[in-house]
T-cell receptor
Framework: SQKIEQNSEALNIQEGKTATLTCNYT??????LQWYRQDPGRGPVFLLL?????KEKRKERLKVTFDTTLKQSLFHITASQPADSATYLC?????????????FGSGTRLQVQP | EAGVAQSPRYKIIEKRQSVAFWCNPI?????LYWYQQILGQGPKLLIQ????????DSQLPKDRFSAERLKGVDSTLKIQPAKLEDSAVYLC???????????????FGPGTRLLVL
């Protein structure tokens, strides 16, 4: 069956360090993968999109990698700040003949300590 | 630019009652989505519209859930009758692109938190 797995345990790191979050998937052929940020009581906010033929994407302090062989995406926040504390969701769009809809992982909560 | 608006923000009902949620997407966005997010999980797609037509409702429990977007702008999602397991946040999202296109970015509203007792 198809699965998108994100670490359900919260990630606690010290301010200034790099946070690395993982998104693993099975039985998908994604056309692209997106990362969203979700704060308590709010809807997800789009951060970055990376396509199946791209290895890496950057935006300010954010970096996403996409390894279709390992079936994994890594999301990095460099020089992390307490304001980066939130839940981060990955989402896949199928690239095959399946439903053309985003499927979300369950998210990983990041806590940046001052 | 105003974001996606949803109302109400919170709703508490008893099981077997009915409830309706309203969504106003970003102006000009042709594509609209309804998601259900259970506590501790990611959003799960219920239905997607392009203008006033349904693109995908394969995940919508049609025995109790219904949704419409009559004029291709606002949308309502209804649950009748509600069950305890319907307790969740119902998120509306909109997009200016067609569903599933490679450039698509979805913009989410704040959600409606439903508690069924």
């Amino acid at each position: 069956s198809q699965k998108i797995e994100q670490n359900s345990e919260a990630l606690n790191i010290q301010e200034g360090k790099t946070a690395t979050l993982t998104c693993n998937y099975t039985n998908y052929s994604p056309a692209y993968l997106q990362w969203y940020r979700q704060d308590p009581g709010r809807g997800p906010v789009f951060l970055l999109l990376i396509r199946e033929n791209e290895k890496e994407k950057r935006k300010e302090r954010l970096k996403v990698t996409f390894d279709t062989t390992l079936k994994q995406s890594l999301f990095h926040i460099t020089a992390s700040q307490p304001a980066d504390s939130a839940t981060y969701l990955c989402a896949l769009l199928r690239g095959d003949t399946g439903r053309r809809a985003l499927t979300f992982g369950s998210g990983t909560r990041l806590q940046v300590q001052p | 630019e105003a974001g996606v608006a949803q109302s109400p923000r919170y709703k508490i009902i008893e099981k077997r009652q009915s409830v309706a949620f309203w969504c106003n997407p970003i102006s000009g966005h042709a594509t609209l989505y309804w998601y259900q997010q259970i506590l501790g999980q990611g959003p799960k797609l219920l239905i997607q519209f392009q203008n006033n037509g349904v693109v995908d409702d394969s995940q919508l429990p049609k025995d109790r859930f219904s949704a419409e977007r009559l004029k291709g702008v606002d949308s309502t999602l209804k649950i009748q009758p509600a069950k305890l397991e319907d307790s969740a946040v119902y998120l509306c999202a909109s997009s200016s692109q067609s569903p599933g296109t490679l450039q698509e970015t979805q913009y989410f509203g704040p959600g409606t938190r439903l508690l069924v007792l």
